[in-house]
């Protein structure tokens, strides 16, 4: 799958792992479309950014994942942007801590919508073009998906799920639409963590390579499964060794 003048729309494109996504997949010769929830100014200056790039080739599109109406109008916005769509980027998602005995039903439904049913539904809604673009489905799981994290259940549990749709969407989809998953460890320190110097060591030394994976890591992932056309139904892991401790 050749992506010069093929179509990718990566959720939570706005910042962070997303937005390196979508500059990988922009260099490499595809339209984006940027989606975003709440970061209209970083999703509009990336979008900018690529267009300076090369004109017409990239647009943000806002919609709260969480919604159906407006799951269905991104759909329809990437799928009719650059005249059909070939690659879906599930990147989207929230996480935080949930600790048993309080966990409430609004963070319940936040963090199944943006890890499991958004995926699901959205894929849903682009299903049709992808088939006629013989494209690819990439969902971004998480290592907590195989081994649960202490005090986020529902996180573990909605990336898990996550995992088998990726294996279950594979076998009804193919053989028009491949779909993958990707499983990163430690990329990026969370933007709102404090974490002191000691305890940043302490993480790292639990990663047989010793250090963070980087936003990079994952894009090139991300284009190597969008590039190979004989994958599918396969959750990558990129963690430096980390499932293996």
Known sequence: ???????????????????QIARTLHQNGANLIIHYRDSVAAAQALAQELNQTRAGSALSVAADLAAD????????QACSAFGGL?????NASSCYPTRFGEIDRQA??????????APLFLAQACHTAL??????IINMIDIYASRPLAGHS????????????????????????????????????????????????????????????GPQVIADTVL??????????????????????
């Open 224 to 245: 190597f499964l969008a590039n190979n056309d004989y994958i599918t139904g396969e959750i990558v892991r990129v963690d430096g060794g980390r499932l293996l401790c």
């Open 108 to 117: 319940w439904d936040d963090l199944i919508a943006s890890n499991y049913r």
């Open 154 to 213: 529902i996180y573990c549990s909605a990336k898990a799920a996550n995992q088998m749709l990726v294996k279950s969407l594979a076998l009804e989809l193919a053989p028009e639409v491949r779909v993958n998953g990707i499983a990163p460890g430690a990329m990026l320190w969370p933007e709102k963590a404090n974490h002191d110097s000691a305890q940043r060591q302490a993480q790292l030394d639990e990663i047989p390579l010793k250090r963070l994976g």
């Open 69 to 76: 109406s407006d799951i269905d109008r991104l759909a329809e």
């Open 86 to 90: 070939h690659l879906l980027v599930n």
């Open 1 to 19: 799958m050749s992506l010069s003048e093929k179509s990718a729309l990566v959720t939570g494109a706005a910042n962070r792992l997303g937005a």
């Open 131 to 136: 088939k006629q673009s013989r494209g690819c």
